[in-house]
């Protein structure tokens, strides 16, 4: 039986995993759950699935979820609990939200565990520093998302990575596909919370709404399956069917296919390279479908390029805009700036960096704070 320890259980990701998981309890047994707050929902978790220790990252919430945790269960406080947590499994689920989730990252990576992850800014934001923490005997990243998962099955169809051609990964659009840049200017938070294929956090629907989710993930494709970045490729595929895709020198093309549920990227991160048993993601082929592909149109989603941008700039460059696109977002969701501002902030706070190496973790948490003060700077002019 594999241990497992879920990081951000009380989020979208988290959720999910508990809904895979509670089919399976004589192949996995969780022992750990962490959040950075929900004390209701993570105290009925853990009187549900009876972890041996849950951790909260909010001291002062832990007093009160201590009280209601059952008898047995240990309970740790504080952000460095979150990062304790990790080390305590077979299998560690990192779906903690934003750049807090890298040192979670690197400590199961140096811990020599499974890391699915969720959390792709960590591997954005640091990824010379978490390549260096992955070379630990015994360390995986299995990636929990559509495209990136996707990509890592249709990569089992070659040999090597000289035999691909090119990573292509779809895209849905987002809610705003075919909007104009006038109508873009009138954007509301309620609009942009709308996606009309998969049900995520607002974070991260707000980034898809804008392709700086599809951005992100071009900077970890490149991290994740080391191809340059001439070699990945961004379609717009609304159906969301079609998750991504690799072309492979001789022209074959090999394509992972699915229903969008975030479920079969779940199972596959935990099983890999078995497969768990329930067709989570199972298309029904007696229903007539259309799936089309097109360009993303790069004048309206500029964020797309930023993304490029910042990958080819490398180093910290990643770090800056990840931390800037946070900002900015935030900023958004609370109403402080319109939609169609979030992406010159990001290009104005990117032009500011100082071209600094990412050497360790420390020159990354530095890039980031320093990121962080020039978006909000940038934000307050507004």
Not at 61 to 87: F, H, M, N, T, Y
Not at 195 to 221: F, R, Y
Not at 223 to 252: K, N, P, W
Not at 340 to 361: F, M, N, Y
Request: proline share 5%; hydrophobic share 45%; aromatic share 6%.
């Amino acid at each position: 039986m594999k241990t497992v320890a879920i990081l951000g259980s009380t989020g979208s990701v988290g959720l999910q995993t508990l809904d895979v998981l509670k089919n399976y309890s004589d192949s996995y047994k969780i022992v750990a759950l962490a959040a950075r707050g929900s004390v209701d929902v993570l105290a009925d978790q853990a009187c549900r699935f009876r972890p041996e220790v849950v951790a909260l990252a909010d001291p002062q919430a832990a007093r009160s979820l201590q009280e209601k945790l059952p008898k047995g269960i240990k309970l740790l406080a504080g952000d460095s609990s979150l990062v304790d947590v990790a080390r305590s499994a077979d299998i560690v689920i990192n779906a903690v939200v934003g750049f807090a989730g890298l040192p979670i990252t690197l400590a199961v990576l140096q811990a020599g565990k499974r890391l699915g992850l969720a959390n792709k800014e960590s591997l954005i934001a640091a990824g010379p520093v978490v390549r260096r923490a992955w070379s630990t005997p015994g360390a995986e990243i299995i990636p929990i998302d559509s495209e990136h998962s996707a990509v890592q099955q249709c990569l089992l169809s070659g040999r090597s990575h000289d035999q691909v051609s090119s990573i292509v990964l779809t895209a849905s659009g987002g809610p705003f596909l075919g909007w104009s840049s006038e109508r873009l200017q009138n954007v509301t938070v309620e609009n942009a919370l709308a996606h009309p294929t998969w049900q995520m956090g607002p974070k991260i629907t707000v980034d898809s709404s804008t392709l700086m989710n599809k951005g992100l993930e071009v900077i970890e494709a490149h991290e994740l399956f080391d191809v340059d970045y001439d070699r990945i490729e961004v379609v717009v595929h609304r159906q969301s069917v079609v998750h991504s895709m690799v072309t492979f020198c001789d022209g074959a093309v090999i394509a992972q296919l699915s229903m969008p549920d975030m479920r079969l990227c779940i199972s596959y991160a935990l099983a890999c390279p078995d497969r768990l048993d329930t067709p989570f993601g199972a298309i029904d082929w007696t229903q007539p479908r259309h799936l089309d592909f097109e360009p993303p149109d790069r004048t309206v989603f500029p964020c797309l390029d930023l993304a490029y941008e910042a990958g080819r700039a490398g180093e910290t460059a990643p770090a800056w805009l990840n931390a800037a696109n946070e900002v900015a977002v935030q900023a958004f969701l609370d109403g402080r700036i319109a939609w169609v501002e979030i992406a010159p902030i990001l290009a104005q706070t990117l032009a500011q960096w100082p071209g600094d190496k990412a050497v360790d973790l420390e020159c990354v948490l530095a890039a980031d704070v320093q990121a962080r003060q020039a978006a909000i700077r940038m934000v307050e002019q507004r």
